[in-house]
């Protein structure tokens, strides 16, 4: 499933997440996998920066979906876990809702400043 993923033409949401990295003017790379594991939207190496553009029903965003369904209760279990095993080797990892991207890129570009500035990598995962 990961090796799909990095076959498929970004969606509507992972096309705005990337209009708002490609204005900062900063290295990263689209649809990396990770660990073998993992296939995430955007990376930024250097920095050991994980970024993710998550689909509010994809993902199960409470603050739309009170009661989440099976399948989102899945992704959201999903993510947690996927988001603690990259936190253990050493990554950052920022998550952004569809509604904020969409919105308020500013919101999602001064959050992805504010971790470049703060984030120091002592190793580069493969």
């Known amino acids: 499933m990961n090796a799909i993923q990095q076959t498929l033409s970004p969606n509507k949401l992972e096309i705005a997440g990337y209009k708002i990295l490609d204005g900062m003017k900063i290295g990263y790379t689209k649809q990396t996998m990770l660990f073998e594991k993992f296939v995430v939207d ?4 250097e920095r050991g920066l994980v970024i993710q553009f998550d689909g ?8 739309k979906f009170s009661n989440l369904d099976a399948r989102q209760s899945k992704r959201v279990a999903l993510d947690k ?8 080797c050493g990554l950052r ?3 952004f809702w569809e509604c904020i991207v969409h919105k308020s890129p500013s919101i999602v570009r001064s959050e992805i400043e504010s971790a470049i500035q703060e984030t120091h990598v002592s190793s580069t995962p493969p």
């Open 42 to 45: 955007a990376f930024i190496p």
């Open 56 to 63: 509010d029903y994809w993902h199960g965003n409470r603050d």
């Open 81 to 88: 876990s996927q988001d603690a095993y990259m936190r253990k």
């Open 93 to 95: 990892i920022l998550r």
